[in-house]
């Protein structure tokens, strides 16, 4: 302690600032001009067995352990850790706002066991993990702080054989860092109260871990009363590691399930409500052919005439077109043809007047029946004749002769 100001130096060199915690203060290092974090540990029986285990502390090297960077004894007669400081809060002040989820105290647990077990493989235990020793940076990187320096956990963290008064191991490590992670996931403290009560808490009872918890099965094995029965910290991360994974397979395999029934009660809504309003349908439906009834007409044949009859209607016929067939020399041509010609007497008049001939009359078949003037052109092999022939006299008809 400097004698102007009141302020504490340790050996000449870290000056004490503000502090931080209990025994823990803020300091300032002389000779390198940085920040660092002080523990004081009180009056100590043995200084010097305190200060080889803390020198051999600073050969400790990883991401997930706060550095020691310097250890000795005060002038009077107090011990301390220099520690490079953590700007940052403690998991304790982290949990007085609420509990971890799953995935982050995967994460948290997986960097602190890696920790744990490169320091277990340096043959250093940590000795006193609690939330208070539990560092976390501005990116929320979690680091151990305290390795190997104290001399045991607070009464709440401490492992059943500590209760019976043994020395703390790297079993002992492994039980109070499960507690830690299952008071993140839960929020309590699993024994909680002074000294004799969470004592007998712990030989009387085991850690309460629900089924469903996250980590359940990893938490029970790091909670294993007997240390023999409970795993290294290298298996405590590939079990915290095991069971993140199954967690996230059971979680999809229930969002699927959620999203199946879900569908399908859909598919059953959208069923009910078409059902309901019962729409037309697409294709008209078929209906069976009706049975067409024909019913049978009987239509009589034609009568076949006579041959009178034939002869008569053939006669009839022939009479018809003979008196509608106009006369030679009249009709619509002979009236252009008498126009013509009084236009070409105007146009010339002294030209002779061509006169009009009329034609040769066609020949008289009247006598004649029409058979026997057909009858008769056959015979002849030739068209109709100029002058019909003579009729054939009444009295050899064979049809009078009948």
């Known amino acids: 302690m400097t004698e102007d100001s009141g302020i504490r130096e340790l050996a000449g060199r870290y000056r004490l600032i503000t502090p931080l915690g209990r025994r823990m203060m803020r300091g300032w290092d002389l000779h390198l001009r940085q920040v660092v974090a002080v523990r004081l540990f009180g009056q100590q029986n043995e ?3 305190f200060l080889d285990r803390a020198s051999a502390l600073t050969d400790l090297a990883h991401p997930g352990l706060v550095r020691v960077l310097d250890a000795g004894v005060a002038d009077d007669g107090e011990p301390f850790v220099v520690q490079e400081f953590i700007a940052g809060t403690t998991l304790k002040a982290r949990l007085a706002n ?4 799953a995935n982050t105290v995967t994460e948290l647990g997986s960097t602190l066991g890696r920790a744990l077990a490169y320091a277990h493989a340096q043959g250093v235990a940590h000795r006193s993990i609690h939330p208070g020793t539990i ?7 979690p680091c151990f702080t305290d390795v190997g320096v104290t001399e045991r956990s607070p009464v709440s963290y401490l492992a059943p054989e500590q209760a019976y008064g043994e020395d703390p191991t790297m079993a002992s490590d492994v039980y109070s860092f499960g507690l830690v992670l299952l008071e993140a996931l839960t929020g309590r403290t699993e024994y909680a109260g002074d000294s004799a009560t969470t004592a007998l808490a712990r030989l009387s009872r085991a850690p309460i871990i629900d089924q469903n918890l996250p980590h359940a099965a990893a938490l029970r094995a790091m909670l294993c009363p007997n240390p023999n029965d409970r795993p290294d910290a290298a298996t405590c991360v590939d079990l915290l590691r095991g069971s993140s994974a199954r967690s996230r397979v059971q979680t999809r395999t229930v969002l699927v399930a959620a999203v199946a029934a879900a569908m399908a009660a859909t598919g059953i809504t959208i069923v009910m409500t078409l059902s309901k309003q019962q729409p037309q349908p697409l294709v008209e439906p078929r209906v069976a052919p009706q049975e067409t009834v024909t019913a049978e007409v009987t239509v009589p044949p034609p009568a076949i ?4 009859e034939f002869v008569d209607r053939t006669a009839d016929r022939a009479a018809r077109q003979k008196t509608d067939r106009p006369a030679p020399g009249t009709g619509p041509a002979a009236d252009v043809r008498s126009l013509a010609i009084a236009q070409a007497v105007h146009d010339q008049p002294t030209a002779p007047v061509p006169t009009t001939t009329p034609p040769t009359s066609a020949p008289d078949w009247s006598p004649w029946r029409p058979w026997e003037q057909i009858a008769h052109a056959k015979k002849k092999h030739r068209p109709w004749p100029v002058s019909p022939p003579s009729p054939l006299p009444r009295g050899g008809d064979k049809d009078d002769e009948n």
Do not use: D, K
């Open 98 to 101: 609420g509990v971890l989820t």
């Open 47 to 49: 200084p010097e067995l």
């Open 305 to 308: 005439p006579t041959i009178t």
């Open 135 to 141: 560092m976390l940076g501005p990116g929320q990187e």
